[in-house]
């Protein structure tokens, strides 16, 4: 539950809750037929319950949107980018739901489950809409899509001069003083207290 509060409010201000709540459900009961599939072929008569599956599909999105976010891990003293902590908990997982060690009771298929049906949802989401970033359009009626796409003005090529080594240098370490005040902010305030402007920012910069 720590980890849904962590990850799970910074996804549903990025989304919006109509499409964290799609995306929460879809992860949890793709868990659940997952672990099902997983008894029925290895024999095993059992209860499971928990929503760690959807929580592990929380994390998975959270990994493919801001990949690049580092975040503090007890024990270690450094700092671990989501994409790495996310493929990392991913072959955890899969090693041991093979151990199958004895008195182990955790659904590890469930939790690859979850991981497994979220990676589809988003990549699902990515191709029908061309950006899976917020819900805001996907929850448009049709007609102000429509009215949307008729209203869009043409896009206007600027030439700009050849930028130089020290341009390049400076405008690289402006964006870096930017992010480092957005993630500050984001420390002291949560995610919530971000602009619009500072949201895409963080989001723009984490693809690079």
């Known amino acids: 539950m720590f980890a849904l509060f962590m990850f799970g409010r910074v996804l549903e201000s990025y989304w919006g809750s109509s499409r964290f709540f799609t995306y929460y459900m879809v992860t949890g009961i793709g868990a659940g037929l997952i672990q099902l599939a997983i008894c029925y072929f290895q024999g095993i008569h059992s209860v499971t319950i928990g929503a760690s599956g959807a929580v592990f599909g929380i994390l998975l999105a959270f990994g493919m949107i801001f990949p690049n976010t580092p975040l503090m891990i007890i024990p270690f003293p450094f700092p671990i980018k989501a994409k790495y902590l996310v493929i990392g908990y991913g072959l955890i997982e899969l090693w041991s739901g093979f151990a199958n060690r004895t008195g182990d009771d955790v659904a590890h298929f469930a939790h690859l489950g979850g991981m497994l049906f979220g ?10 809409n061309g950006n899976y970033r917020t819900g805001n359009n996907w929850n448009q009626p049709l ?61 723009d910069a984490s693809k690079k």
Not at 174 to 196: F, H, N, P, T, V
């Open 119 to 128: 990676i589809v949802l988003i990549l699902y989401w990515r191709k029908k």
């Open 143 to 203: 007609s102000k899509k429509i009215k949307n796409f008729f209203n869009r003005k043409p896009k206007m090529t600027v030439h700009r001069r050849p930028e130089t080594d020290w341009d390049y240098n400076a405008r690289k370490a402006e964006e870096s003083k930017e992010i480092d005040r957005i993630l500050e902010k984001i420390k002291y305030s949560g995610y919530s207290s971000l602009s619009e402007n500072e949201k895409k920012r963080l989001f």
